[in-house]
């Protein structure tokens, strides 16, 4: 049995922080579970283009408000708590957080994620090699 408080991470390599985001990662691969937790902030005013090439994501937003946007059909979708989005075909996408308000997010990644990554100039994780 794994259990872990969000305190256990933070300030620890396990907290990710960029400009736009910081990731707290809860689980990840090497806790064998086939698919890694995250909880993160997107910061106030964030707007973030992202494409998963290498993993699908679910998110589910527990504070804040902002907006999703689906990059190839232009649809916006308005995100609050209680909203769930899956990014289940590697869909390219644009999240922003309203300005002064950050968004919090249970993030799970599958394949799961190692610990450290940063999005790379795509938008995306690489896949562990």
């Given at each position: 049995?794994?259990?872990?408080?969000?305190?256990?991470?933070?300030?620890t390599?396990?907290?990710?922080?960029?400009?736009?985001w910081?990731?707290?990662?809860?689980?990840?691969?090497?806790?064998g579970?086939?698919?890694?937790?995250?909880?993160?902030?997107?910061?106030?005013?964030?707007?973030?283009?992202?494409?998963?090439?290498?993993?699908?994501?679910?998110?589910?937003?527990?504070?804040?408000?902002?907006?999703?946007?689906?990059?190839?059909?232009?649809?916006?979708?308005?995100?609050?708590?209680?909203?769930?989005?899956?990014?289940?075909?590697?869909?390219?996408?644009?999240l922003?957080?309203?300005?002064?308000?950050?968004?919090?997010?249970?993030?799970?990644f599958?394949?799961?994620l190692?610990?450290?990554?940063?999005?790379?100039?795509?938008?995306?994780?690489?896949?562990?090699?």
């Amino acid at each position: 049995m794994i259990i872990k408080q969000l305190e256990d991470v933070l300030g620890t390599p396990a907290e990710v922080d960029t400009p736009g985001w910081t990731s707290r990662r809860l689980i990840f691969k090497d806790a064998g579970m086939g698919y890694s937790v995250n909880d993160t902030i997107i910061k106030a005013g964030a707007k973030l283009e992202m494409t998963y090439r290498n993993h699908l994501e679910t998110v589910y937003c527990i504070e804040g408000k902002g907006q999703i946007t689906e990059v190839a059909s232009g649809k916006t979708h308005q995100i609050r708590p209680g909203t769930l989005y899956a990014l289940n075909a590697h869909d390219h996408h644009v999240l922003e957080a309203n300005q002064g308000e950050a968004m919090r997010m249970v993030c799970v990644f599958n394949p799961p994620l190692t610990g450290a990554e940063v999005h790379d100039a795509t938008g995306a994780y690489a896949l562990e090699t």
